[in-house]
């Protein structure tokens, strides 16, 4: 497992500016993740949290400041970014698992390629994960064939297959029915106990209430709040705070 909260910063973003032409979406972003800690970054959509998690692996370039994962400078791009991107797992909103490929071969897929993990290591991995997940029994199967919800899992132990040291989730329940989010959101709150890096980006309170070491709230590319949940939903400091909270929790 992962070196569970040693406290020495897994990753840090030192006045991150990003532009979209003239919008500027992060305004001087500074923000640190410990090893073995649950970021989860909630706030108003069009915030800016989106596009703060996906430059966490380059998936969005940066215009100013700097990304320090695990010791090292993100690097822009070639055969290092490539390396980095191995290190950080990534689930979205939409589970982007291969069509054409099933599960087992979408979790393998990973490992075999790019780590060049031999096949049948591989495969005992991918099975041990999609267990851990709750479908080991949809191996074989196709994504189409698999609800949303197990499709979510299964993005998820691919996600897990390469041994990230942190994983990025962006709004991973956002796409689901509502009876199939609890089934992705108790994944995620086994792999927060056993200790991995996470970042969360989501509307789900209840997520951010039992998982979270740690919430970020952000609007208008700011970070306006970054306290513990307890805090945050009982006291939340600044009025941008209260206004959306006021606004979530009365429904």
Do not use: W
Not at 162 to 176: G, I, Q, Y
């Amino acid at each position: 497992m992962t070196d569970n909260g040693d406290g020495a910063p897994l990753i840090e973003l030192e006045n991150v500016n990003k532009y979209f032409g003239t919008l500027h979406v992060l305004k001087d972003i500074n923000l640190t993740v410990s090893r073995g800690e649950v970021l989860v970054v909630i706030g108003p959509s069009g915030g800016g949290k989106s596009t703060l998690c996906r430059t966490m692996n380059r998936l969005e370039t940066i215009d100013s400041g700097k990304i320090i994962f695990d010791g090292r400078e993100l690097p822009a791009e070639g055969r290092a970014l490539a390396a980095l991107r191995s290190e950080v797992g990534m689930v979205f909103q939409q589970f982007n698992l291969f069509a054409h490929k099933t599960i087992r071969e979408n979790v393998t897929l990973g490992p075999t390629k790019v780590r060049k993990t031999p096949k049948e290591q591989a495969d005992k991995r991918a099975m041990e994960l999609l267990e851990r997940v709750g479908i080991a029994n949809q191996a074989d199967k196709y994504p189409a064939q698999l609800s949303g919800g197990q499709q979510q899992r299964a993005a998820i132990a691919r996600a897990l297959a390469m041994d990230p040291k942190m994983v990025l989730f962006d709004e991973p329940t956002s796409a689901l029915d509502p009876e199939m989010v609890q089934e992705v959101l108790d994944v995620m709150i086994g792999l927060a106990r056993d200790g991995m890096t996470m970042v969360v980006v989501t509307h789900e309170m209840g997520f951010a209430r039992r998982a979270a070491n740690r919430v970020v709230f952000m609007a208008d590319g700011q970070i306006v709040e970054e306290t513990t949940p307890d805090e945050f939903f009982t006291n939340p400091k600044t009025d941008r705070a209260k206004d959306f909270l006021s606004k979530i929790l009365t429904h």
